[in-house]
């Protein structure tokens, strides 16, 4: 019988992991004792930035402003055969912003965004901003097996 324990992931397992674009957690900072406000998202991974991209619906309540510099932690992980987990910390940038603009378009060359349907209205009729993060902590962990 084996014995799991955790290996941190090295920068090549984490691009490969993961890949272009996948499906995580944004929690947005908050104030006082109120609790992270967390949303399941699609992301878009650039490897050669190692950068994150994501769509966000916007709403009254959190328009599109409100993201451009915010707080966030971002999870993704996928728990089938042998797990892993990355997490990834920083600010949100609006990337339609005219100072980030160019460099962004590159990136979103190299990524793919899943476009999910979470929204209880087709995506269509809702209004998005594109946003990107440049972690400034970022961790990977990943089961590794040993024998007894």
């Given at each position: 019988?084996?014995?799991?324990?955790?290996?941190?992931?090295?920068?090549?397992?984490?691009?490969?992991?993961?890949?272009?674009?996948?499906?995580?957690v944004l929690s947005f900072s908050t104030e006082g004792d109120?609790?992270?406000?967390?949303?399941?998202?699609?992301?878009?991974?650039?490897?050669?930035?190692?950068?994150?991209?994501?769509?966000?619906?916007?709403?009254?309540?959190?328009p599109p402003e409100t993201f451009d510099g915010h707080a966030v932690s971002f999870v993704t992980y996928d728990a089938n055969d042998e797990w892993w987990s990355v997490v990834a910390?920083?600010?949100?940038?609006?990337?339609?912003?005219?100072?980030?603009?160019?460099?962004?378009?590159?990136?979103?060359e190299?990524?793919?965004?899943?476009?999910?349907d979470i929204f209880g209205s087709h995506p269509r009729e809702i209004d998005f901003a594109f946003c990107r993060l440049e972690p400034t902590a970022f961790t990977g962990r990943r089961e590794s097996s040993t024998a007894p």
């Open positions: 019988m084996s014995r799991i324990e955790v290996a941190e992931l090295e920068e090549a397992e984490r691009t490969s992991v993961l890949g272009t674009g996948g499906t995580g109120e609790p992270p406000r967390t949303v399941p998202v699609s992301y878009g991974y650039d490897p050669v930035q190692s950068t994150f991209y994501f769509r966000l619906a916007t709403s009254p309540e959190h910390k920083g600010r949100l940038e609006d990337i339609e912003r005219d100072d980030v603009g160019t460099d962004a378009l590159e990136g979103l190299r990524v793919e965004i899943p476009l999910i």
